[in-house]
């Protein structure tokens, strides 16, 4: 199984990013997926949650109205796009994916996933 992670980069503030998660050797079908961060010297946190239908998202509070999670079955692909980026969304952001089974909106509390990308850092400077 692998999630690679890309796009991401400097912005300055106010600019916009689109993330994208390539997935392979899993059904893309069976699975929830998310986007986490880290930023140095914290925890990992729930950024934004897509439920196992792709159809329901959710996210967290420091990002809503400017973050949009969103799945491409026929890619099999996951895409986080960023606007109106802070210097406080500066982060290494990650591609996960959890087994359908075990999804709930709880998820974006919990930095636990089946599988993780590598992944990317994004940094936003004032």
């Known amino acids: 199984v692998q999630l690679v992670e890309s796009g991401g980069g400097l912005v300055p503030a106010g600019g916009s990013l689109r993330l994208s998660c390539a997935v392979s050797g899993l059904d893309f079908d069976d699975y929830a997926f998310a986007w986490f961060r880290q930023a140095p010297g914290k925890k990992r946190e729930g950024v934004a949650i897509?439920?196992?239908?792709?159809?329901?998202?959710d996210y967290t509070d420091a990002v809503k109205g400017r973050f949009t999670i969103s799945a491409d079955n026929a890619k099999n692909m996951v895409y986080l796009h960023m606007s109106r980026l802070k210097p406080e969304d500066t982060a290494v952001y990650y591609c996960a994916a959890d087994w359908r089974k075990k999804y709930s909106s709880g998820w974006l509390l919990v930095a636990s996933a089946d599988y993780w990308g590598q992944g990317i850092q994004v940094t936003v400077s004032s």
């Open positions: 897509a439920n196992p239908t792709h159809s329901t998202t």
